[in-house]
């Protein structure tokens, strides 16, 4: 059982550099998000989507950018990378109002 | 804008104590609260959701509360073994009526350690 990967697990990135994060699940979720967690905090939403083509804002949208073309991949783009984007991104899948299931993150270091 | 705040932040214990972890929040209009588990490295793990019609939902040795008149859920975990030392996080969702389960506000969780 896959259920949410994320691709790649660490990176690092130079100020200004631009990157795409992946994400695919393969439980048929209409429901996918991205959120980021600094340190010692708590999660805090980027991007969802509630079916392929739909894309909205969440709390933390800038400098990201997202696209949904299909059901199972959700990917995250990082334009101009900022030290502020140095965090952990973790992405997450779920079928309308049920269980959210998370993907294992991606740590990402800009410097 | 809806709050989070679970406190303790951290919590060390010996093997065998019964534990309370205390998650409140500032708008009490949700539709639930969900408990996440998570291990150093990895990604969450949802423990238990609380619809706002139930009162408690119990899976093993955890049970969680929610009283949303006083903006308070608790966290229940009986007889704790070391294999609970993870960092428990619990989310309500965005205040607006619309949202669907995945837009959670989160606090910032509570750090278990249990030793033998």
């Known amino acids: 059982n896959a259920g949410v990967t994320q691709t790649p697990k660490f990176r690092i990135l130079k100020i200004g550099q631009s990157m795409t994060l992946q994400c695919t699940q393969d439980m048929n979720h209409n429901y996918m998000y991205w959120y980021r967690q600094d340190p010692g905090m708590g999660l805090k939403l980027i991007y969802y989507?509630?079916?392929?083509?739909?894309?909205d804002k969440g709390e933390v949208p800038n400098g990201y950018n997202v696209s949904r073309s299909t059901t199972e991949d959700f990917p995250l783009r990082l334009e101009l990378a900022a030290p502020s984007q140095t965090s952990v991104y973790f992405c997450a899948s779920s079928y309308s109002r049920n269980t959210i299931y998370f993907g294992e993150g991606s740590w990402l270091t800009v410097v | 804008k809806q709050e989070v705040t679970q406190i303790p932040a951290a919590l060390s214990v010996p093997e065998g104590e019964n534990l309370v972890l205390n998650c409140s929040f500032t708008?009490?209009?949700?539709?639930?609260l969900q408990w996440f588990r998570q291990d150093p490295g990895k990604g969450l793990t949802s423990l238990l959701l609380i619809q706002s019609s139930q009162r408690e939902q119990t899976s093993g040795r955890l049970n969680a509360s929610l009283d949303k008149s006083s903006g308070r859920s608790t966290l229940y975990i009986a007889a704790s073994q070391p294999g609970d030392s993870a960092t428990y996080l619990c989310a309500v969702p965005l205040a607006d009526r619309g949202s669907t389960l995945g837009r959670l506000y989160f606090g910032r969780g509570t750090q278990l350690t249990v030793w033998p």
């Open positions: 989507s509630v079916g392929a083509g739909i894309t």
């Open positions: 708008d009490s209009a949700i539709y639930n």
